[in-house]
């Protein structure tokens, strides 16, 4: 009993020096700092002097290391039926409810000076939500990242394993510090699910990446191959390219952060491209979190998007009637008030679809079809950060407009759907 009460003690003398999200990230007996293990922490959040070199150049003997954490979402929701990416909906009713979204659970481990590994885990259906039998209530949990790091230098690391795979900013980006409700559509909408183009799991795919960062950290580069879409066990490797330059300060995250709550000067100018066999997308985005006085910072994320399946439909590895040319725009705005710790931001996204006659998947009217793939998200919200990233509550209210229509040929006409949500987040590692 005596033991409990101490642990006890101590974790609260420990959870009550954390301020803004800010826990550091401590080891050994005099407090030497450990690598930050976890993707989905930024490290903005870990305090003290952070260098990877020191810990692996270090004469004192090797003795392997864990972190551990959690990062849950959940929310109220006041919706329409037709809103999201279900062009036949047109339902204009409004639903309630209430939602466990998100409910991971973070592994790390430092397993030699240079290997490391991190295992991740999540719900694969949103808990409350309306299901095909009725509201999901047992959920079982699925392994959503599993990969192992070997960092030969700063400047050549080597991660394979499931792991979030894109070519932007956006489609790399942790869950715990977003800075809207939530991730995007468009960033997804290939490499979403199983049943999707590519075939992943909530973004992820299985393979081996390359990274490194260059020039006092400031550029770094990645490029990996992935299993992608696979019908056979013979189709062509995915193939995902970035290159990024941080004009400021060096970003080391692997999972990026969505704004950074005013610590740091941040601008990232990145480009990359994602192929396989017909497939390729390319994208260039913006990134820019700086303080503007001493009371708050301003958060800026865009990018742009050319996706296509290519027009080759002799191919068994054919895209063609899977993604149409589509140019994707994303950007979200927000400014982070330091003394009220509340953050009021926009967002928008639209994706146009201009398709090639072998892309109509069906349709014989181009035009109908374009439209009804068309659509634009935009809204915004406001959140409280209660203790940061580790306890915050986010209010938004984002509309989608889509092309509605009752089946193939049939006449289209764009509606906008409305969506409320009041979402809780509890980050804890």
Not at 210 to 232: A, H, P, V
Not at 267 to 283: C, E, K, N, V, W
Not at 309 to 316: F, H, I, V, W
């Amino acid at each position: 009993m005596k033991k409990l009460l101490f642990s006890a003690t101590a974790l609260a003398m420990c959870l009550s020096h954390a301020y803004a999200g800010e826990i550091p990230l401590k080891g050994g007996k005099k407090g030497t700092p450990k690598k930050n293990l976890l993707r989905e922490v930024p490290n903005v959040l870990v305090t003290g002097n952070t260098s990877t070199e020191q810990i692996e150049d270090s004469a004192a003997p090797f003795k392997p290391s864990i972190q551990l954490g959690a990062i849950v979402h959940m929310y109220a929701s006041y919706e329409q039926g037709g809103y999201g990416p279900g062009y036949t909906s047109s339902s204009e009713d409004w639903g309630k409810g209430f939602s466990l979204y998100r409910s991971r659970v973070l592994v790390g481990g430092q397993l030699s000076k240079k290997g490391s590994f991190f295992f991740e885990t999540d719900l694969p259906k949103i808990i409350g939500s309306q299901g095909a039998t009725g509201k999901n209530v047992e959920v079982s949990q699925i392994v959503l990242d599993c990969q192992y790091e070997h960092k030969f230098a700063e400047a050549f690391q080597v991660i394979a394993g499931k792991q979030l795979v894109s070519n932007n900013r956006n489609g790399l980006q942790g869950a715990a510090s977003l800075m809207a409700n939530d991730f995007t559509f468009w960033q997804y909408s290939n490499n979403m699910f199983s049943s999707s183009p590519l075939q992943n799991n909530y973004g992820r795919d299985l393979g081996v990446n390359f990274r490194g960062l260059l020039l006092k950290s400031k550029l770094e580069y990645r490029l990996g191959f992935f299993t992608g879409r696979n019908i056979d066990g013979k189709a062509p490797l995915r193939t995902v390219g970035r290159l990024v330059y941080n004009f400021l300060d060096a970003d080391k995250n692997f999972y990026y952060s969505g704004t950074n709550l005013g610590v740091g000067k941040t601008i990232s100018l990145g480009a990359g491209f994602d192929a396989q066999a017909t497939y390729s997308s390319y994208d260039v985005d913006l990134f820019v979190d700086v303080p503007i006085t001493t009371a708050g910072s301003i958060t800026f994320n865009g990018a742009y998007q050319y996706q296509t399946g290519g027009t080759n439909t002799t191919s068994k590895y054919s895209f063609a009637s899977l993604i149409p040319n589509q140019n994707v725009l994303f950007g979200e705005l927000g400014y982070y008030f330091k003394s009220l710790k509340i953050q009021p931001w926009l967002r928008y996204e639209n994706q146009t679809v201009s398709a090639a006659n072998e892309q109509l998947q069906g349709w014989t009217d181009k035009d109908l079809f374009n439209k009804a793939h068309t659509s634009t998200i935009f809204g915004g919200g406001i959140n409280y950060f209660f203790n940061g990233y580790g306890t915050n509550l986010r209010l938004s209210y984002v509309t989608f407009t889509k092309g509605v229509g009752t089946g193939v040929d049939q006449p289209v006409e764009n509606k906008t759907f409305g969506s409320t949500w009041l979402q809780l987040q509890f980050f804890f590692f």
